[in-house]
């Protein structure tokens, strides 16, 4: 997926978003997988087209990475209460506990 702006402004943007009237079944997300990435932004549903890694890992990104899968191990540690307290804390359909609590874990370790 490719666009470019007017004459006055040629710049190529790879990934475009476009607005959407609202996020679609997890059906039709399952059936675009790899193709369409569908998500919210500042709480405006979109579209794009699917994310391509570069290849090139930074440091922030090794840094980003480390924190990550601490946040995994912590919630794999928890017990199950605390389990259902997270699954409690989900606003929407689609979104787990444990989405809240790496959402939340990384939040406060930037």
Known sequence: ????????????????????SKVPNLKIIRKFRGILDFYEW???PCVRGWPIKSGIITAG?????V???????EYNKLSDQERLY???????PGI?????FLKNY?????
Do not use: C
């Open 42 to 44: 500042k709480g405006i």
């Open 86 to 92: 997270w699954r409690t804390q989900v606003w929407k």
């Open 1 to 20: 997926m490719q666009i470019y702006l007017p004459s006055y402004r040629q710049e190529k943007i790879s990934h475009p978003m476009a607005k959407i």
């Open 67 to 73: 924190v990550f899968t601490t946040a995994v191990h």
């Open 106 to 110: 990384l939040k406060s370790h930037p």
């Open 61 to 65: 990104m090794r840094k980003r990475n």
């Open 96 to 100: 787990s506990g444990r989405d809240v």
